[in-house]
């Protein structure tokens, strides 16, 4: 039982980011927009979500390894955040509600990465990518508002 929950700890966040793209996909109009200077093209999205989620699961896993089989309600806090910006960005396309809502979610990943670390160190690491293109991903959101 306890690999088990740990093991499903690693496929939760694939599951939230396809479940995610194909409820987004009919809406998705990023080449449609006026894009800033640093806007990647979209196929590089897809390529970095599945990266960060893939690192999301095994710092997960490893947080569950190392915490008596529990991972933090912070972990969970911040992925339905995370799911939700997508829907608010592009089918709502609630871009400045988005930009609030991203900021939120900056927050909450910063919150789990301290505690992710005082659990264990690689996991809290393992977060920082993600931080880092969320925050990216910020810049976007604001500028694309602004243009748009």
Do not use: H
């Not at 900021?103 to 920082?128: G, P, S």
Request: hydrophobic share 65%; glycine share 2%; with cysteine.
């Amino acid at each position: 039982m306890f690999m088990k929950k740990c093991i499903i700890n690693l496929i939760i966040p694939l599951l939230v980011g396809g479940i995610v793209s194909l409820i987004m996909m009919p809406f998705m109009d990023y080449n449609e927009l006026t894009l800033p200077f640093l806007a990647p093209p979209a196929i590089l999205f897809p390529i970095a979500w599945t990266i960060l989620y893939i690192l999301m699961g095994i710092s997960a896993y490893i947080v569950c390894l190392n915490n008596n089989d529990k991972v933090p309600l912070i972990y969970y806090v911040q992925l339905g955040v995370n799911a939700l910006w997508s829907i608010i960005f592009f089918v709502f396309k609630l871009r400045f509600l988005a930009f609030i809502w991203i900021i939120l979610l900056i927050i909450l990943v910063i919150k789990m990465i301290k505690e992710f670390k005082d659990i264990n160190k690689i996991a809290a690491y393992l977060q920082i990518l993600y931080l880092l293109w969320i925050i990216f991903a910020a810049y976007l959101n604001l500028e694309i508002y602004i243009l748009n």
